[in-house]
Structure formats: C-alpha cells, structure tokens
C-alpha cells in the first residue's frame, strides 16, 4: 500500500511500517530544515541533522504543485468553515493536500490535528496502514 508520511513520523521513535509503500512530501523537508536550525542544543542539532540527512537520501520528495495548491485551499476553507483556525496547522494543511491529491492515506502521529477535516483526508497512525 503507498502511503504519504506526516512529517511527525518522520521523526518519530518508530519507524514506518515495512509493509508500505512510503513517500514524503517536500513540506516535510521544510519542517525538518527548520527543526535544525532552531535547535539550540549541539548534540540536538546533530541528531536533526544526520535524520534530514537520512530522508533527503531515502525519499523524492513530491512537490507542491498547483493540484496540491488548490486542495491545500480547499481544506483551509473546511478547517474555517468547521470553526477551526487554519493558519495554526497550514504546514499539516498542505502534507494533507499532498496525499489527498496522489489519492493516499496520510500516516501520523498526531490524528487529532486532521480530525476537523477527516472527512476529507484519510489520516491514520502508523499502526494501523
């Protein structure tokens, strides 16, 4: 099964499932070029940036293109339309667009972030591909 991982399995203590088919999106990338550059700590930075290292070799990153765009927008509209406040979750919002797009689950370890649209995109945690 093809899956798109969240960014927070990315850097989760397990590993994906091995029965899967794993992609990522360059959102994630993003996510994790951050993390180093906030880390405060020396030894931290390091383990963040051995991991970016480690999924930018793994991984080809699927693009936000204009299809992604556009879900992207729409699931922004649901999260307002729902009472939610889409710019708190707008890196979540376009890892969500990315797989509602290439038509897969999103693996995560943060579910409740995607419950207000989890009529529209299929998020799951890890255990359960």
Known sequence: MRVLLDTSVLIGELPPPDDVEAAISVVSIAELHFGVLVADDDDERALRTARLSVVEATFDPLPVSVEVARAWGQLAAAVTRRGGNPRRRQIDLAIAATAKVEGVPLLTENI????????????RRPSDP
């Open 112 to 123: 409740g972030d995607f419950q207000i649209i989890d009529d529209l995109v299929d998020a």
